[in-house]
């Protein structure tokens, strides 16, 4: 009989165990992952005095990826034995790793575990523990502490809290810039915790960052500066006087990539700063990163362009940002044109119908002649943002013959997403689009070679239906898809098939009995075995809609019967399953 900590696994337990201890790196890991089966078989007290000492005595030198499963199932334990005070030197092992796949995780795995110790206990050894890795020769160890510091400051005394910070300031001018990079990426966790903490040594902290002469520390001063402008939102002094000289530096940082990680942040700035330090202070700036020299900085401002207009005036939007956002629409780099296809439309709501008309209207139609199908595409799965100003009627002429486009383009991820607009245009326009261009074109798509475009236009059929009514299904679909049953490529009899599972619950008993049944008495008998196993599929999702007693019931449950005898073993699994 298999013991409870073994149903978590196959493999039995004095197996794994054993494997603890291969030389073989493949065995080892899968019993690193299953490492919690182990300790439930042993029970808490052998974990503490066998299993654990193991671990650190033996594994903590070995391969990179049985480190990683380390770090990943050690913390788990503390549920076996109830603390995390045991499983601190074996963690702290870990965060020496030099891989830094697997101390990012040991980090993890260091704060997990400190949920589970008790603080007043092992205060003296989380804190030597963090001086060990401060005094190391190794930056990655540096690097720890300085992960681990704002997770442990909250927790331990008074006295310890100010060695915890004047050890962060020391990292923060350590020689090696990597330790400093670190320091710098966990500046924002250390700001979170204010007003528990010394405000002023961590502005200072940060001030450091700032002159820092490597731009992959500076990079990481906007995450600190965002902390600060959220701890001092509605403290306009202080917002004004600390935070806007520092936004001032970094926007107009030498290199780019400091100033992208502002144009990055400029929406959680935009929120804290408040109205008027926002207009006068950041707007500016983002202007500028529109028109920055940097493609990846433009790409960046123009993807946050609907957010960041939402905290602005609608005098702003038309005469700051709009004037700065139309070169845009003809840059010669695609992304800038794919950024902005996708953020413009939602300023229309914004700015109302006729400042949409005088302004956005003409980029919208420079932008959807793009060359480019990605800019199109961007551009229609935010049509609904413009139709809330302009009636959609009026931008038929020039959306309908840019949609045909998208149908037909040669990328099948385009002509996949392209499908599900058919709807957006059925709920604003009814059936009357449907033309025979349109008609033909979701024909089209139901032959289409790539599985994932006709499954997007059996999906897009469903939604059609649900819009415009069985009625149409019956009378105008379904006279157009029949032919579909009769295709020489069984994959296409397929497609007629998986339509009808879609549409059953949709179709009227009268319209599944006219239009359906007869599809499904030709396809029962399908010589491929495929159309057969979907045909039973078809036959068990039908027949519950039909009218009980009716001819169609009868000869339904008739051929689900036959399929149930068929030579195809599969075909009989799906007729007889429930």
């Not at 530096?249 to 330090?277: C, H, I, N």
């Not at 946050?304 to 207009?309: C, E, G, M, N, Q």
Request: glycine share 4%.
């Amino acid at each position: 009989m298999v013991s409870p900590s073994e149903k978590t696994t196959s493999t039995p337990i004095a197996v794994l165990i054993d494997e603890l201890k291969s030389e073989d790196v493949k065995r080892k890991v899968n019993s690193v992952k299953n490492l919690m089966a182990i300790a439930n078989a042993l029970g808490a007290e052998r974990t503490k005095t066998e299993l654990i000492p193991f671990l650190v005595n033996e594994m903590l030198e070995d391969e990179d990826e049985v480190l990683l499963g380390l770090s990943e199932t050690l913390p788990n334990l503390c549920e076996v034995i109830g603390s995390g005070n045991l499983l601190l030197p074996a963690v702290e092992k870990l965060c020496y790793a030099e891989d830094i796949t697997v101390r990012d995780k040991a980090i993890a795995g260091f704060k997990r575990v400190l949920a589970k110790v008790d603080i007043k206990k092992s205060e003296e050894n989380i804190m030597g523990i963090i001086k060990r890795f401060v005094s190391a020769d190794y930056h990655t160890a540096k690097g720890a502490a300085a992960s681990i510091i704002p997770t442990v400051y909250p927790m331990v005394s008074s006295n310890s809290q100010s060695d915890l910070l004047q050890i962060y300031a020391l990292l923060s001018t350590d020689e090696v810039p990597l330790v400093r990079k670190f320091a710098a990426m966990n500046l924002k966790d250390f700001v979170k915790l204010l007003p528990n903490t010394s405000e002023t040594d961590l502005f200072n902290i940060l001030k450091t960052f700032l002159k820092d002469e490597q731009d992959f520390v500076r990079l990481y001063v906007i995450d600190g500066l965002v902390a600060f402008a959220k701890a001092y939102n509605g403290n306009a002094q202080k917002l004004n006087t600390a935070i806007i000289p520092i936004l001032k530096t970094l926007a107009e940082d030498a290199t780019w990539r400091t100033r992208y990680t502002v144009s990055d942040k400029v929406v959680e700035l935009g929120q804290f700063l408040g109205k008027e330090l926002n207009k006068k202070y950041l707007l500016p700036y983002f202007i500028k990163f529109l028109g920055d020299s940097e493609a990846e900085i433009k790409t960046n401002a123009a993807a946050r362009l609907a957010d960041y207009a939402i905290l602005l005036d609608v005098d702003d939007i038309v005469g700051k940002v709009i004037p700065a956002i139309k070169p845009l629409a003809s840059d010669t780099i695609q992304h800038v044109r794919s950024a902005l296809a996708s953020s413009i439309l939602q300023l229309c709501p914004l700015i109302g119908k006729k400042y949409t008309n005088e302004h956005i209207l003409s980029l919208f139609l420079l932008l959807l002649r793009d060359e480019f199908s990605d800019v199109r595409l961007a551009l229609f799965k935010n049509l609904d943002e413009i139709t809330k100003v302009i009636d959609i009627d009026s931008l038929s002429q020039s959306l309908l013959p840019a949609l045909t486009d998208l149908a037909v383009d040669k990328n099948w991820r385009t002509r996949a997403a392209s499908i599900e607009f058919l709807s957006f245009f059925a709920r604003k326009m009814g059936e009357g689009f449907l033309n025979d261009k349109f008609s033909k074109i979701l024909l089209e798509w139901l032959h289409d070679r790539v599985f994932g475009v006709r499954e997007a236009a059996v999906n897009c059929i469903k939604s059609l239906t649900e819009i415009l009514g069985g009625t149409w299904a019956e009378k105008v679909l379904f006279p157009k898809i029949a032919v579909l049953q009769n295709n020489a490529n069984y994959l296409h009899r397929q497609t007629i098939l998986f339509i009808i599972i879609k549409l059953a619950g949709l179709l009227g008993q009268d319209a599944l009995g006219k239009t359906v049944v007869p599809v499904l008495q030709v396809l029962y008998k399908d010589p491929v075995p495929n159309v057969r196993i979907n045909a039973a599929k078809a036959l068990k999702t039908v027949n519950p809609y039909l009218k009980e007693k009716s001819t169609e019931k009868e000869n339904v449950k008739k051929w689900l019967t036959a399929l149930q005898e068929d030579s195809d073993v599969e075909v009989k699994l799906v007729a007889k399953s429930p």
